[in-house]
């Protein structure tokens, strides 16, 4: 009986599990469609989130990027040896007194331009006049010594022909006006040296050039033996400038200077914007500085205009050639990676690719290129660091390969390139 009533409490409680269950499934349906639709959108949001990433890579890769490009162009380009040279005249005076006195007139301006022998002092001359009339009067006492002497050696002479007086007298008598001779030889010598004395009281130019500042005012004492001496003269037409090439350079020198070729050089100003002067190379020193392996050039120019100043720090320009049809495109077109030198050129479709280069002789703000390009070509010129392989571009500015501006100075004389012949010097 026991028995009988324990399972009639199981049936009983299972049949109220039952019930539960059918009066709450749809609960358990509205968990199951929550959690297919949080599924369902959370995939939809992924891959709409997936499709707005590859459209925004797509624009991306799409976008253009500014560049500036220009074409690679066939010219002339100079191969040059630069170096630091100093502006040295070709003569440099110190004006001294040749003679001891007072300085009465400076006839001269500082920095004034003089020519070879314009006046520039006068010292005192009447010290010296005063010994050209002593010396003058001695002569002229001389001289009449001289003469009577001489009348009676000839009176002497037809005495001595007649045995009227003995041979002794007549042969002092020629000694005598032999020794009036020379009396009045020297007499002259006086004479002339009180003129010369003279002279040296008027003080002129050894040479043209520009006068530096007064050492001496005028009142003062000036001595032959003056260390300062009154004022300092440069040669200013022409002017040279001598400067240092490495000793490797020589080879493309020697043979060109034993030909008698005139090989112009350029000097520049220390910044090598600006061009001051063009001359000519004038010759080399015959030695070789062992501390620093270099060679001293001198080139001559003609200065007309003082564009160049003594002791003058300029930058120099040997043109030593000029290679003819070179493709040349500006320096800053040039890249380098772990590729080696390249350069960006522009497609026809707007894109870019990767070209490798062999690079010529550099030139101011422009390079020849010797393999890798031809003529028309377009090439990045800025802008390069966001391109790659493949990249699309907006050109924003378009040239010929006159440069950017980069680099200018010694690019400045590009007439050379133009006409294929070296610049004379100025006349």
């Known amino acids: 009986m026991i028995l009988t009533q324990e399972t009639g409490n199981n049936d009983i409680a299972e049949q109220s599990r039952k019930t539960h269950l059918r009066r709450h499934w749809w609960i358990w349906l509205l968990l199951i469609f929550l959690v297919a639709g949080g599924v369902y959108f959370y995939l939809a949001i992924e891959k709409k989130k997936a499709a707005l990433a590859a459209k925004q890579a797509a624009a991306a ?60 002092a006068v010292l005192d001359p009447r010290p010296f006049e005063v010994q050209l009339t002593q010396a003058e009067g001695q002569l002229m006492r001389d001289q009449a010594l001289l003469k009577n002497a001489q009348l009676d050696l000839e009176r002497y002479r037809v005495l001595s022909e007649q045995d009227s ?34 002279v040296y009281c008027r003080i002129t130019s050894p040479l043209g050039g520009r006068v530096g500042l007064r050492q001496v005012d005028a009142g003062n004492i000036v001595h032959a033996t003056d260390t300062n001496g009154l004022v300092v003269i440069t040669q200013l037409t022409p002017i040279t400038v ?23 050089v350029e000097a520049f100003d220390r910044e090598q914007k600006q061009r001051l002067a063009a001359g000519y190379l004038l010759t080399i020193d015959n030695v070789v ?16 205009g003082n564009e160049l100043f003594p002791n003058q720090f300029v ?40 070209r490798p280069v062999t690079l010529g002789v550099p030139e101011g703000g422009e390079t020849s290129v010797d393999a890798g390009l031809t003529p028309g070509e377009l090439v990045v010129s800025d802008g390069a660091e966001r391109l790659h392989e493949g990249s699309l571009v907006e050109v924003k500015e378009a040239g010929k390969g006159r440069g950017n501006g980069n680099g200018q100075g010694p690019g400045q004389g590009k007439e050379h390139r133009q006409s294929g012949k070296p610049q004379r010097p100025d006349k």
């Open 289 to 304: 500085d062992p501390t620093t392996g270099t060679v001293k050039f001198k080139a001559v120019f003609l200065n007309k």
């Open 61 to 120: 890769a799409a976008r253009s990027v500014p560049v500036a490009a220009v074409q690679a162009r066939k010219g002339d380009i100079g191969v040059y040896l630069t170096g630091l040279g100093s502006v040295t005249p070709l003569d440099t005076v110190t004006v001294k007194s040749r003679v001891d006195g007072q300085l009465m007139k400076v006839l001269f301006r500082e920095g004034q331009i003089v020519k070879n022998g314009e006046l520039l």
């Open 165 to 198: 007086i003995a041979k002794q007298q007549y042969d002092t008598q020629k000694s005598l006006v032999r020794q009036y001779e020379g009396a009045v030889k020297n007499d002259q010598g006086l004479v002339d040296s009180a003129r010369l004395q003279l």
């Open 242 to 264: 001598i400067f240092p090439i490495p000793e490797d350079n020589l080879p493309q020198v020697l043979p060109k200077l034993k030909n008698g070729a005139r090989l112009t």
């Open 315 to 354: 930058n120099a320009r040997l043109l030593v050639e000029v290679r003819h049809d070179s493709i040349i495109v500006p320096v800053s077109a040039i890249q380098r990676g772990p590729q080696g030198v390249f350069v960006y050129v522009v497609k026809t479709n707007r894109s870019v690719t990767v």
